[in-house]
């Protein structure tokens, strides 16, 4: 049986460094998400992603500011 696609926000970060300060800022603060290979559909400087559920994008917004994350793109995908 084929895995249905779901809308997921998705942040692309220009280095590793980035996406794993993500995940570990995520993991404190218990923001949904987890990182992911970037997919075909986008490109990115590192090959990581984070995705999570759209209704997490401003909460997960305001950590990454709050954090000094450094965001390469945004995009909402079916996943």
């Given at each position: 049986?084929?895995?249905?696609?779901?809308?997921?926000?998705?942040?692309?970060?220009?280095?590793?460094?980035?996406?794993?300060?993500?995940?570990?800022?995520?993991?404190?603060?218990?923001?949904?998400?987890?990182?992911?290979?970037?997919p075909k559909q986008i490109s990115a400087g590192?090959?990581?992603?984070?995705?999570?559920?759209?209704?997490?994008?401003?909460?997960?917004?305001?950590?990454?500011?709050?954090?000094?994350?450094?965001?390469?793109?945004?995009?909402?995908?079916?996943?």
């Amino acid at each position: 049986m084929p895995r249905v696609k779901k809308m997921k926000v998705v942040f692309t970060f220009p280095s590793t460094v980035q996406a794993l300060k993500m995940e570990q800022c995520c993991k404190r603060d218990g923001l949904d998400g987890r990182l992911i290979p970037v997919p075909k559909q986008i490109s990115a400087g590192c090959g990581m992603a984070w995705a999570a559920v759209p209704d997490s994008k401003a909460a997960l917004e305001i950590m990454i500011s709050q954090e000094g994350i450094e965001v390469e793109g945004t995009y909402e995908l079916l996943l």
